[in-house]
């Protein structure tokens, strides 16, 4: 089975604080993604990733960055952390051979920024 | 652009009963579905999905799904809820390509015993 392992289920940070969430997916997938989910507004796209050190900016990619320097880590980083990112934080990663593929989820990250 | 609505909020239905959570979607080429369920404080699990072939698709835990493409359609069904069963469901669209997935708003379901 596919696992995406994000490291923190629970995290607390305070403003202006640069904030680093990570993911790591063990079944060598092409394709990774970050995701932030609200109430209400279901998932956004906040970054995605098809290679090593490529990057492409999702629908909400402003306030974030992210890096991928190996296959299997994809990391997303707020600059400078601000309340209204408050949020849940959901990683996923898929194989890249195309549209029949299902993108694998990790439990996420609820993230408090106070 | 691709988009998925999901009209209901919340769906309530008794255990034993058939469950139905409903979802349209656009897109400008072949569609591909999935749904998706979450359970409190987890990550999105895949049930399953459509690609070509039979409208009827079979998925996990005694869920299906049909596709209609004149209703531009992709109900997610269950013969017999489980109190177990309860939980959000996010129904997903992309078109051909390798692109993310797009989500609907979800749907919370409860199941009463």
């Known amino acids: 089975d596919v696992k995406v392992t994000q490291s923190s289920r629970y995290l607390v940070k305070r403003t202006g604080e640069k904030v680093f969430l990570e993911c790591v997916q063990d079944m060598d997938h092409e394709n990774m993604f970050w995701y932030r989910q609200d109430p209400g507004l279901g998932l956004r796209l906040i970054y995605f990733?098809?290679?090593?050190?490529?990057?492409e900016k999702g629908d909400i990619p402003e306030g974030y960055s992210v890096s991928r320097e190996k296959k299997e880590r994809f990391s997303l980083i707020l600059e400078s952390a601000s309340t209204n990112q408050t949020s849940m934080y959901l990683c996923?990663?898929?194989?890249?051979?195309?549209?029949?593929?299902?993108?694998?989820f990790g439990d996420g990250t609820r993230l408090s920024i106070l | 652009a691709q988009s998925v609505a999901q009209p209901e909020d919340q769906v309530n239905v008794a255990e034993g009963n058939p469950l139905t959570v409903k979802c349209t979607y656009s897109?400008?080429?072949?569609?591909?579905l999935f749904w998706y369920v979450q359970y409190p404080n987890r990550g999105l699990q895949f049930l399953l999905k459509y690609i070509t072939g039979d409208n009827l698709v079979k998925g996990s835990y005694g869920f299906e799904a049909e596709f209609n493409k004149s209703q531009t359609s992709f109900h997610l069904k269950k013969p017999s809820a489980l109190v177990s069963d309860s939980a959000l469901y996010f129904c997903a669209v992309r078109d051909a390509g390798n692109t993310p997935l797009v989500f609907g708003k979800g749907t919370r379901l409860s199941v009463i015993a």
């Open positions: 990733s098809y290679d090593v050190k490529m990057k």
């Open positions: 996923a990663s898929s194989l890249w051979q195309g549209s029949n593929q299902p993108q694998h």
């Open positions: 897109v400008s080429g072949n569609p591909y």
